[in-house]
C-alpha cells in the first residue's frame, strides 16, 4: 500500500490487511465521516503514517457462496501467522502457517490438532456473533448444465484467444 506524500513504497512492514479495510482507510485519509457508525474494517491510515500496526490480531472473512473462478463456500480465520479455512461443501478444514509456507501447500490441521481446534471454535464464535449467513442448497441447481455452461465458456475463451 501506498500514499504519496506520506509513505515510500516498499517501506512498511508486512502486516495482515483485508479489503474491508479499504474503507475505512480511505475515510481517514480524505478526513471524511463514514456514512455509518458501525464500518467493518480498520483503518490503515495510522500504519502508512508512522508505522503503527491495527489493533487486532486476527482477521475473520465470510464467503458464503459460490464463485464462477471455481471458489466454493467457506469461512476463514487468520490469526497471527495461522490462517485456517472451513470448508461448507465437506465440512473439512485445512491450516496453515503463512508465515513459513507462504503457498499454503502444507496443510496443518491434521499435525496441529489442538491449534486447528482452536482457531475454528474461534471462527465459529465469531460467525455467531455476527449473525452469518450459512450457504444453502440450491433446490433448483443443475450440474449437468451448470457443467455444459463452464464447457461452453472455456470454448469460447479459447476461440476467442485465437
Not at 479489503?19 to 458501525?38: F, R
Not at 464467503?63 to 495461522?82: K, L, M, Q, V
Not at 481446534?117 to 450457504?135: C, E, G, I, T
Request: hydrophobic share 35%.
Amino acid at each position: 500500500m501506498f500514499w504519496p506524500g506520506v509513505t515510500k513504497a516498499g517501506t512498511l512492514e508486512p502486516t495482515p490487511a483485508i479489503s474491508i479495510d479499504i474503507y475505512p482507510t480511505v475515510l481517514e485519509m480524505t478526513g471524511i465521516k463514514p456514512l455509518q457508525s458501525l464500518i467493518d474494517g480498520n483503518s490503515l491510515a495510522s500504519l502508512l503514517k508512522s508505522g503503527a500496526k491495527p489493533d487486532r490480531d486476527t482477521i475473520f472473512w465470510h464467503y458464503p457462496h459460490y464463485h464462477p473462478g471455481g471458489a466454493t463456500p467457506y469461512s476463514a480465520i487468520r490469526s497471527g501467522d495461522y490462517r485456517l479455512v472451513h470448508f461448507y461443501e465437506d465440512g473439512h478444514d485445512e491450516m496453515y502457517n503463512v508465515a513459513t509456507d507462504v503457498s499454503e501447500t502444507k496443510d496443518l490441521a491434521v499435525t496441529e490438532p489442538d491449534r486447528a481446534k482452536a482457531l475454528r471454535a474461534r471462527l465459529d464464535a465469531w460467525l455467531k456473533s455476527v449473525d452469518a449467513q450459512y450457504p444453502t442448497t440450491n433446490p433448483a441447481y443443475d450440474p449437468a448444465a451448470d457443467n455444459a455452461g463452464k464447457a461452453k465458456g472455456k470454448k469460447a475463451a479459447a476461440k476467442a484467444g485465437e
